[in-house]
């Protein structure tokens, strides 16, 4: 796991595509992180960034990593 420390400003939808490069994950970055609840953070928040496996429809396997 990665822990990512915002900036003033951030938003959390944003520090997902950064890292992810896609917002699909958006949910599970949520879940690992129940009490973030504002949609812009304030600076030094702690963002836990989860190990995330996707499965895709063709059946390969995507590994998401920074």
Not at 14 to 22: A, F, K
Not at 39 to 60: M, Q, T
């Amino acid at each position: 796991m990665v822990t990512y420390i915002t900036k003033e400003g951030n938003v959390l939808d944003w520090i997902v595509w950064r890292h992810y490069g896609t917002i699909l994950v958006l949910e599970k970055v949520i879940e690992a992180n129940p009490k973030i609840t504002d949609e812009r953070l304030a600076a030094g928040i702690e963002v836990k960034l989860p190990y995330i496996e996707i499965i895709l429809k063709n059946g390969s396997e995507v590994r998401l990593w920074n």
